[in-house]
């Protein structure tokens, strides 16, 4: 039996594409993240902006110095890197900080895959040698950072969104409810087969706020839950502080660039690439999917 065989039969019943997602990616025996990933960048499995110049470490950094004072008006000062890949970007932002603000900054390291967090250390070794160096952190989980940096930090991530699992939305025609694509183990062909399921009338209910307004051409759609649940999870621990969120897209309508605060009283403001303005959280989110017999229509903001 392969282990997505085990998989899909274990599920006992259909498995969506979200939680097949999270299995592939994450999988502490089989995911690709969590055991198998070989390196990010020119020897690696792919490569992202970071990896091949440093211009967007030279950005990040001047964005970094230039709201600092949001986290600490003196002495040290914690920056987190969410999904830190290779460690590229992390070494990049050091070199261009210069050796008196990286001796004060505290440059923490979010990270689930073993694979990876050995290629960051190795990356980032010689910033562990001596006097002046930024005091390095690694952890599993953004809660622990932001608790040793007592809810005040500057918070990035690069292609960290395109890293989580996603729901997929279909419909046959316009006027057809929107249902959940699932896998299913076909035992008489022994392959997977896809299903559509019927939502339930909480899943429903929260996606129709996005989907009643997708052009009548579009049969499928991505919706980041996970993405959300993700920002849900650790908003309560930021008290201050900004996040920048920067993720490549093919197509201008499926990016998600986003500027991110916390107003000091426990929210979390988000905007569309423009930075804080809005009082409840909000991103574009949904995004229509690539298949064959899809159309793309605009990305859609998904109020939570």
């Given at each position: 039996?392969t282990p997505l065989q085990?998989?899909?039969?274990?599920?006992?019943?259909?498995?969506?594409?979200?939680?097949?997602?999270?299995?592939?990616?994450?999988?502490?025996?089989?995911?690709?993240?969590?055991?198998?990933?070989?390196?990010?960048?020119?020897?690696?499995?792919?490569?992202?902006?970071?990896?091949?110049?440093?211009?967007?470490?030279?950005?990040?950094?001047?964005?970094?110095?230039?709201?600092?004072?949001?986290?600490?008006?003196?002495?040290?000062?914690?920056?987190?890197?969410?999904?830190?890949?290779?460690?590229?970007?992390?070494?990049?932002?050091?070199?261009?900080?210069?050796?008196?603000t990286r001796s004060r900054?505290?440059?923490?390291?979010?990270?689930?895959?073993?694979?990876?967090?050995?290629?960051?250390?190795?990356?980032?070794?010689?910033?562990?040698?001596?006097?002046?160096?930024?005091?390095?952190?690694?952890?599993?989980?953004?809660?622990?950072?932001?608790?040793?940096?007592?809810?005040?930090?500057?918070?990035?991530?690069?292609?960290?969104?395109?890293?989580?699992?996603?729901?997929?939305?279909?419909?046959?025609?316009?006027?057809?409810?929107?249902?959940?694509?699932?896998?299913?183990?076909?035992?008489?062909?022994?392959?997977?087969?896809?299903?559509?399921?019927?939502?339930?009338?909480?899943?429903?209910?929260?996606?129709?706020?996005?989907?009643?307004?997708?052009?009548?051409?579009?049969?499928?759609?991505?919706?980041?839950?996970?993405?959300?649940?993700?920002?849900?999870?650790?908003?309560?621990?930021?008290?201050?502080?900004?996040?920048?969120t920067y993720a490549a897209?093919?197509?201008?309508?499926?990016?998600?660039?986003?500027?991110?605060?916390?107003?000091?009283?426990?929210?979390?403001?988000?905007?569309?690439?423009?930075?804080?303005?809005?009082?409840?959280?909000?991103?574009?989110?949904?995004?229509?999917?690539?298949?064959?017999?899809?159309?793309?229509?605009?990305?859609?903001?998904?109020?939570?």
């Open positions: 039996m085990r998989f899909l039969t274990d599920a006992e019943g259909d498995a969506t594409v979200e939680a097949f997602m999270r299995w592939a990616l994450y999988d502490s025996e089989h995911g690709y993240y969590a055991r198998r990933i070989a390196d990010v960048g020119q020897t690696g499995d792919f490569s992202t902006s970071a990896t091949i110049a440093p211009a967007l470490a030279l950005a990040v950094a001047a964005w970094a110095q230039s709201h600092r004072a949001d986290v600490a008006q003196r002495g040290r000062w914690h920056l987190i890197e969410v999904g830190p890949g290779n460690g590229r970007l992390a070494a990049e932002i050091l070199r261009a900080f210069g050796w008196w900054v505290t440059y923490h390291l979010i990270e689930t895959s073993a694979p990876l967090e050995a290629h960051q250390r190795e990356e980032l070794s010689r910033w562990t040698r001596g006097l002046f160096g930024p005091a390095l952190r690694w952890h599993a989980d953004l809660n622990d950072a932001l608790r040793e940096a007592d809810g005040g930090a500057l918070i990035l991530s690069n292609e960290f969104v395109d890293a989580l699992p996603c729901a997929v939305l279909a419909r046959s025609a316009a006027r057809d409810p929107w249902r959940e694509v699932s896998l299913r183990w076909d035992d008489t062909n022994q392959h997977a087969v896809e299903v559509l399921n019927e939502l339930s009338p909480e899943r429903a209910a929260e996606i129709s706020v996005c989907t009643q307004i997708l052009p009548s051409s579009v049969s499928r759609c991505e919706v980041h839950f996970a993405y959300r649940d993700w920002l849900k999870d650790w908003r309560a621990s930021w008290h201050r502080g900004r996040m920048l897209a093919e197509e201008r309508e499926r990016a998600l660039n986003a500027f991110t605060a916390g107003d000091g009283r426990g929210r979390v403001l988000i905007a569309p690439s423009v930075g804080p303005s809005a009082s409840t959280l909000a991103a574009h989110l949904l995004s229509p999917g690539r298949y064959s017999g899809s159309q793309s229509g605009p990305a859609l903001p998904m109020p939570w």
